[in-house]
T-cell receptor, first 113, second 113 residues
Framework: QKEVEQDPGPLSVPEGAIVSLNCTYS??????FMWYRQYSRKGPELLMY????GNKEDGRFTAQVDKSSKYISLFIRDSQPSDSATYLC?????????????FGTGTLLAVQP | KAGVTQTPRYLIKTRGQQVTLSCSPI?????VSWYQQTPGQGLQFLFE???????NKGNFPGRFSGRQFSNSRSEMNVSTLELGDSALYLC????????????FGQGTRLTVV
């Protein structure tokens, strides 16, 4: 079983829809949670960064962390065709000794105009 | 402010050869991590460097190695290339050890034939 599970999709939605992307994890020690967006043939771009449980909002994006359920989500409001990309969740331990990230496999999102 | 720069962007090598990839982190960032991305395995951690020292290593064979220079630039080397080494190699830059916000370069696409 992988430490981080993510539905690979593909997920296809119409423009303007609310998108929900999710990851589950098995290691309760994970403390920092990130969402990256990766366009085809590009490197991952950091979208959201959260610490421990709770919500964080940035424009059309909202990240949620539920540590009790070991579940994290990314919501995209008013989705646009330019949001079409692969979305990767990542997480890491609280230790200051490493920057190692554990990634989900990524969800491919297509927003149809 | 310049982002993470990886060179070369694309590389084609023959089985048995060796290859060196380069990464220049964001100015002022002192921690560099390397990841391998393949369609089947997703993003997997290779190793990380801080202050010219390898701080953590992933589960890859000894053919994969790296180093960091005093100016924080990093190189990774793969010797005796195998077909399965074909992948996108990504470098991530962080401010310091324990700073979990990581910013990725565009990657080097390595094809082994």
């Amino acid at each position: 079983q992988k430490e981080v599970e993510q539905d690979p999709g593909p997920l296809s939605v119409p423009e303007g829809a609310i998108v929900s992307l999710n990851c589950t994890y098995s290691n309760s020690a994970f403390q920092y949670f990130m969402w990256y967006r990766q366009y085809s043939r590009k490197g991952p771009e950091l979208l959201m960064y959260t610490y421990s449980s709770g919500n964080k909002e940035d424009g059309r994006f909202t990240a949620q962390v539920d540590k009790s359920s070991k579940y994290i989500s990314l919501f995209i409001r008013d989705s646009q065709p330019s949001d079409s990309a692969t979305y990767l969740c990542a997480m890491t331990l609280p230790s200051g000794a490493t920057n190692k990230l554990i990634f989900g496999t990524g969800t491919l999102l297509a927003v149809q105009p | 402010k310049a982002g993470v720069t990886q060179t070369p962007r694309y590389l084609i090598k023959t089985r048995g050869q060796q290859v060196t990839l380069s990464c220049s982190p964001i100015s002022g960032h002192r921690s560099v991590s390397w990841y391998q991305q393949t369609p089947g395995q997703g993003l997997q951690f290779l190793f990380e460097y801080f202050s010219e020292t390898q701080r953590n290593k992933g589960n890859f064979p000894g053919r994969f190695s790296g180093r960091q220079f005093s100016n924080s630039r990093s190189e990774m080397n793969v010797s005796t290339l195998e077909l399965g080494d074909s992948a996108l190699y990504l470098c991530a830059s962080s401010l310091a050890q324990g700073e979990t916000e990581a910013f990725f370069g565009q990657g080097t696409r390595l094809t082994v034939v």
